[in-house]
Structure formats: structure tokens, C-alpha cells
């Protein structure tokens, strides 16, 4: 049970820790990151990413994400296999505890915990993850040009992706289980009048469906949960699009959070409500969350510590 003091102690290890990490280093802030649950996060569970710039061919999210640590790492950051599962942000320094036991102690914090996808959690839905089922429309639509996909819920999310996916699928069917969307009248306009997507109401997805080795996906079961008629759709893609869950839990009730739990940030900045605290991608962001702008508020919450410890504001 080690006491571990640092200027700039970041919890999570996604590209927003990664990029706080690389930034407070290069600064000679000594700072300490500390993995979590998931090191590398969401980049971790995707397969090929075409759109982080740097790269003229697809790379692989596990193989960006090992790099990203490496140079953290390179640049100075200390880097701890932990989970935080306690903090104190009542003074400063502020404190946390980890699950190994150890304790940091911080002159600043940047929390970089991310969101999680939500899944709708059928055992074909992971076996097909990757193989045509993806939660992300921006990330995975190119790879349906010319194809035929699915999009699952009904908030802004699932119209926004099914609105994106029009530039690539030749159809796009959006599958919800009621029988109004709760998204934004503005997208539901757009959706409904474009020629390409149709939508298939009160409809949940009973299973997905595919080909094995290789894996890939070809279509879906529906259930229509008013009648109990089961109806089998064709489909190349589905994108799961039914909300993310903010890793917030550790920071309720002290980090001022929205509605959804999302971490407030002052517009413009990383700032939370509590001096000396940034926050940086997905934990607060819950509308571009892509990995490019998780480093970009990443880099600018290192900066915005930097300029705390400094004296400024
Ligand atoms: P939401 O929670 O708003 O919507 C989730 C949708 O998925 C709902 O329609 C819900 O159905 C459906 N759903 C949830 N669980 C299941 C399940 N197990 N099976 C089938 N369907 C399910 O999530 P979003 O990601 O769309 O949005 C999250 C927040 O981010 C919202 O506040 C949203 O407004 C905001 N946002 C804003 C954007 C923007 O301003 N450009 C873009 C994207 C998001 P039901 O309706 O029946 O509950």
C-alpha cells in the first residue's frame, strides 16, 4: 500500500488520458495515470479505425491505443495498473484510492473514465461484434457501402446514425420498440422524409443472425412485441444505438453531472465545478464522442492543469 503524490493524477487510460497524459508530461508535470477497468477504453473493442488522422491505412483500435500509452509512457507518464475506486476532491490535494490498495495524492485531477456503450446483450450480439454489429455509425459506416444495415433505438443517437448511414448503405432500416421516437422533431423530420430509411416499429431484435467462420452478420429475427409475430429482416449491418452510460459512479454527488450523468464542463474549456478537476472525452461529451476529440479535450484539460498549478485560473 504505496502513497503515490503527483501534480496531475489522470483515472482512465482512453485516448483522453493517453492525450492529458502526453501533454502533462511534456510539461514536466510527472504525471500519474491510472488504467481502470478497461485500459486503452472504447478504442480497445473496435476493430478498424480509418478516421484518427496520422495514418494513410486502417489501423487497428488495440494496436492506436497501445501506441498512445507507449508514448505517454515514453514521455514520462507513470502509468499504474490500478482502478480507482475512491476519491476525495473535498481539498486539495485532492485524494484517491485504488483497488490495489494504493493511494494517490494529487495536486489536480483530469477524469478521463469515458462512457460505455450500452448493448442490447443477446449472446449473438457479442458473437457478431465487429463482424457487422458496431455501436458506432461514424467510426464502422464506411465499411457498408453499398450494403444494407440495421439501426436499433430511437433517441437522437439512433436517427443521427441512421441519417449518417444514408452515405454509405444502400438501405437503412431503423428498428424501435414503440411506436414514437424520442428524438428530436427536427431528426425525426429528416428521417422520415428520406427515401432511403424506413422504419420498423414496436419491433425488438430477438437474435442476430450470421454466417461462422468467418464471422459475419447477415440479418436479424424481429419480434413485434404488440402482435408476438417474429419476421426475419436481411441485413449486412446493425448498429446498436440504444444510449452510452457515463463512468461517472466514483464522482455522484460531488462533480456537478447533467441529466444523464455526463460531466459538466465550463463551454470553451475542461473546467468542472470543482477547482483543480478537468474532465476530458466521453465522460463529458455525449454528442461527438470519437476518439480525435477525446485528445483534443484531453490535451486541452493537461493544458488548463498546467495553467492551474501555475496560478492562473
Ligand atoms: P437515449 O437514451 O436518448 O435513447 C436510447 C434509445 O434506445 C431510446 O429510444 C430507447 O427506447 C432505446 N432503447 C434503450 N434500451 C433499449 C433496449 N434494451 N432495447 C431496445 N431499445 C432500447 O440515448 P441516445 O444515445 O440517443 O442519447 C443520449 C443523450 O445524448 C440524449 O440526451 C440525447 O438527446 C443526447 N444526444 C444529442 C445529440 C445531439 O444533440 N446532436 C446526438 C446524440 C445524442 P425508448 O425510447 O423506448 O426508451
Redesign the pocket.
Same mark, same amino acid.
Given at each position: 500500500m504505496t502513497e503515490h503524490q503527483t501534480k496531475v493524477l489522470i483515472i482512465g487510460s482512453g485516448a483522453a488520458g493517453c492525450t492529458a497524459a502526453i501533454y502533462a508530461a511534456r510539461a514536466s508535470l510527472n504525471p500519474i495515470m491510472v488504467h481502470g477497468l478497461q485500459p486503452g477504453g472504447q478504442l480497445t473493442i473496435t476493430t478498424d479505425v480509418e478516421n484518427f488522422p496520422g495514418f494513410e491505412h486502417a489501423v487497428q483500435g488495440p494496436w492506436l491505443m497501445e501506441q498512445m500509452e507507449k508514448q505517454a509512457a515514453h514521455v514520462g507518464t507513470k502509468i499504474m495498473h490500478d482502478t480507482i475506486m475512491k476519491v476525495d476532491l473535498s481539498k486539495r490535494p485532492f485524494t484517491a484510492v485504488g483497488e490495489s490498495g494504493d493511494s494517490y495524492v494529487a495536486e489536480t485531477l483530469v477524469i478521463a473514465t469515458g462512457a460505455t456503450a450500452?448493448w442490447?446483450?443477446m449472446p449473438t450480439e457479442k458473437k457478431f461484434a465487429g463482424f457487422g454489429i458496431s455501436a458506432c455509425a461514424t467510426c464502422d459506416g464506411f465499411f457498408f457501402k453499398g450494403k444494407e444495415v440495421l439501426v436499433?433505438?430511437?433517441?437522437?443517437? *439512433?436517427v443521427?446514425e441512421a441519417l449518417y448511414l444514408t452515405n454509405h448503405a444502400t438501405k437503412v432500416t431503423l428498428i424501435?420498440?414503440?411506436d414514437s421516437?424520442? *428524438?428530436?422533431k427536427i431528426g425525426q423530420q429528416r428521417l422520415f422524409a428520406h427515401p432511403k430509411i424506413s422504419v420498423i416499429w414496436d419491433s425488438?431484435v430477438e437474435e442476430f443472425v450470421g454466417t461462422e467462420n468467418p464471422n459475419s452478420l447477415t440479418g436479424a429475427r424481429l419480434k413485434n412485441i404488440k402482435t408476438g409475430a417474429v419476421s426475419d429482416i436481411k441485413a449486412d449491418g446493425a448498429f446498436i *444505438?440504444?444510449?452510452?452510460t457515463p463512468n461517472t459512479e466514483l464522482f455522484k454527488g460531488v462533480v456537478t453531472m447533467d441529466a444523464?450523468g455526463y460531466i459538466v464542463t465550463t463551454p470553451g474549456s475542461t473546467k468542472t465545478n470543482i477547482a483543480g478537476v478537468f474532465a476530458a472525452g466521453d465522460v463529458q461529451d455525449?454528442?461527438f464522442r470519437q476518439a480525435v476529440t477525446a485528445a483534443g479535450t484531453g490535451c486541452m484539460a493537461a493544458l488548463e492543469a498546467e495553467r492551474f498549478l501555475a496560478g492562473g485560473h
Open positions: 450500452r442490447l446483450g436499433i433505438g430511437g433517441g437522437n443517437s *439512433a443521427e424501435h420498440r414503440r421516437l424520442r *428524438a428530436e425488438v *444505438a440504444i444510449g452510452h444523464d455525449k454528442i
